[in-house]
């Protein structure tokens, strides 16, 4: 059979698997199926409206230094239009405060001068996919830092990763903090005015790639992968079962329970992969303050469940009524008890009378542990890649971000289509 027949299965419609299945198109595939639990494709590219104006659940914004992401918006003619996005740091009950102490500024410029030298030392940093992992790059990223005398980037780091919902830098491994906050993506980050957004949000770049792919199947949760008889593969889901010829999964793998080829070795290594439960809120406000502001004393791992941001999007109006807020799940609150959390803490900052509009929780940065990773994690990770014709994609291969998103489905798609 001529490959450009074959049928391809793409399981998960969010970033990864909109790029992949665009792709195979566009190299020729004339048979690819995405399959989406959800009513809507997209996952983490999560645009709201409320009352004309466009407003972000989920990524908010990118960076001049991701180009593959600024590829993708060449490609469908994506505008960058979206308001600006100013962050400013702040207590608990919105006073400003600095992100470092003016004592430790000298020691800051010297730790970030030194950062370059020390990162060219992680060859495995430059590659697209993760294998030959320097050991140091398992530790959690705190003691990463302590190994290197990073004291001030300790905390720079933590701030910016912590703030986002990928985690704490004292559990999860340097690796993943590296690879997502690389060198050029920490200078843009300290350097707000060059952040990006679109002004019919970030699903902009969902709708496009939606437009261009055939086959998308929407509602539709996979739940088993089996190989027939005929060497075929069959893709199970509450309404049909569908024979292809190639898989490739960029859903988060716990979702699938059961796929032909993998041992329980590999199933043992799925179900240790890490999530953070992220909480995105969206409420309805008589006033909202303006800008994007970051409460540094709750990026500790003590404060968990406490507001970490909060953001108006279009804060040039005035009276802006809708203002998002974002924290971290503490296990052992409901939703209600969590939500009663971030309202006591919107009225320290001078926010009463808060209505719900929206809540949506992610599973955020899947990973795996230091412990995890010296087994041989991304190891086996590479050694079942292509076994019965399926193909893994998705968050735990690329690493948290657009444009790592973005380039490892065109490295997949390159290497093994």
Same mark, same amino acid.
């Given at each position: 059979?001529?490959?450009?027949?074959?049928?391809?299965?793409?399981?998960?419609?969010?970033?990864?698997?909109?790029?992949?299945?665009?792709?195979?198109?566009?190299?020729?595939?004339?048979?690819?199926?995405?399959?989406?639990?959800?009513?809507?494709?997209?996952?983490?590219?999560?645009?709201?409206?409320?009352?004309?104006?466009?407003y972000e659940m989920g990524a908010i914004f990118g960076l001049p230094s991701q180009k593959h992401l600024k590829a993708l918006m060449k490609t469908f003619n994506i505008k960058i239009d979206g308001p600006k996005?100013?962050?400013?740091?702040?207590?608990?009950?919105?006073?400003?405060?600095?992100?470092?102490?003016?004592?430790?500024?000298?020691?800051?410029?010297?730790?970030?001068d030194r950062l370059p030298e020390v990162l060219a030392e992680y060859k495995s940093l430059e590659c697209i996919s993760i294998h030959n992992l320097e050991p140091s790059l398992m530790l959690p990223f705190s003691?990463?830092?302590?190994?290197?005398?990073?004291?001030?980037?300790? !905390?720079?780091?933590?701030?910016?990763? =912590?703030?986002?919902?990928? $985690?704490?830098?004292?559990?999860?491994?340097?690796?993943?903090?590296?690879?997502?906050?690389?060198?050029?993506?920490?200078?843009?980050?300290?350097?707000?005015?060059?952040?990006?957004?679109?002004?019919?949000?970030?699903?902009?770049?969902?709708?496009?790639?939606?437009?261009?792919?055939?086959?998308?199947?929407? $509602?539709?949760?996979? =739940?088993?992968?089996?190989?027939?008889?005929?060497?075929?593969?069959?893709?199970?889901?509450?309404?049909?079962?569908?024979?292809?010829?190639?898989?490739?999964?960029?859903?988060?793998?716990?979702?699938?329970?059961?796929?032909?080829?993998?041992?329980?070795?590999?199933?043992?290594?799925?179900?240790?992969?890490?999530?953070?439960?992220?909480?995105?809120?969206?409420?309805?406000?008589?006033?909202?303050?303006?800008?994007?502001?970051?409460?540094?004393?709750?990026?500790?791992?003590?404060?968990?469940?406490?507001?970490?941001?909060?953001? !108006?999007?279009?804060?040039?109006?005035?009276?802006?009524?809708?203002?998002?807020v974002y924290a971290y799940g503490r296990a052992e609150c409901s939703n209600k008890e969590a939500l009663e959390i971030i309202k006591g803490d919107l009225s320290k900052l001078g926010i009463e009378s808060p209505?719900? /509009?929206?809540?949506?929780?992610?599973?955020?940065?899947?990973?795996?542990?230091?412990?995890?990773?010296?087994?041989?994690?991304?190891?086996?990770?590479?050694?079942?890649?292509?076994?019965?014709?399926?193909?893994?994609?998705?968050?735990?291969?690329? =690493?948290?971000?657009?444009?790592?998103?973005?380039?490892?489905?065109?490295?997949?798609?390159?290497? /093994?289509?």
């Amino acid at each position: 059979m001529n490959r450009r027949e074959e049928r391809v299965a793409v399981i998960g419609g969010g970033l990864s698997g909109l790029v992949i299945a665009e792709g195979l198109q566009k190299k020729g595939y004339k048979h690819v199926t995405v399959f989406e639990k959800d009513s809507s494709a997209g996952g983490k590219l999560h645009t709201i409206w409320y009352k004309g104006r466009s407003y972000e659940m989920g990524a908010i914004f990118g960076l001049p230094s991701q180009k593959h992401l600024k590829a993708l918006m060449k490609t469908f003619n994506i505008k960058i239009d979206g308001p600006k996005l100013v962050r400013v740091n702040y207590d608990a009950y919105g006073n400003k405060i600095m992100q470092i102490p003016k004592d430790k500024l000298r020691d800051f410029v010297d730790e970030l001068d030194r950062l370059p030298e020390v990162l060219a030392e992680y060859k495995s940093l430059e590659c697209i996919s993760i294998h030959n992992l320097e050991p140091s790059l398992m530790l959690p990223f705190s003691q990463w830092c302590e190994l290197h005398g990073f004291a001030v980037l300790k !905390t720079v780091y933590g701030h910016y990763f =912590t703030s986002y919902g990928l $985690g704490y830098i004292e559990e999860v491994p340097a690796l993943y903090v590296l690879r997502i906050l690389n060198y050029d993506n920490l200078m843009y980050f300290m350097d707000l005015p060059e952040f990006f957004t679109w002004k019919d949000g970030v699903s902009s770049l969902i709708e496009c790639l939606k437009g261009k792919i055939l086959d998308i199947r929407l $509602g539709q949760k996979v =739940t088993r992968i089996s190989k027939t008889a005929q060497g075929k593969l069959c893709v199970y889901t509450d309404f049909e079962e569908l024979e292809f010829d190639k898989v490739v999964i960029t859903s988060p793998l716990y979702e699938i329970s059961d796929v032909d080829g993998w041992d329980e070795e590999m199933k043992q290594l799925i179900n240790t992969i890490r999530y953070q439960d992220f909480h995105v809120y969206a409420f309805i406000v008589d006033k909202a303050p303006k800008g994007c502001g970051c409460i540094l004393e709750n990026l500790s791992i003590e404060n968990r469940g406490h507001i970490i941001i909060w953001n !108006t999007r279009w804060d040039s109006l005035r009276n802006e009524e809708l203002i998002m807020v974002y924290a971290y799940g503490r296990a052992e609150c409901s939703n209600k008890e969590a939500l009663e959390i971030i309202k006591g803490d919107l009225s320290k900052l001078g926010i009463e009378s808060p209505r719900l /509009y929206k809540h949506v929780v992610w599973q955020q940065c899947p990973h795996a542990d230091s412990g995890i990773l010296k087994r041989g994690f991304y190891e086996k990770m590479e050694e079942v890649q292509g076994k019965n014709n399926i193909f893994i994609a998705g968050e735990i291969m690329s =690493t948290v971000s657009m444009e790592n998103s973005i380039r490892y489905s065109n490295y997949l798609i390159e290497k /093994y289509f």
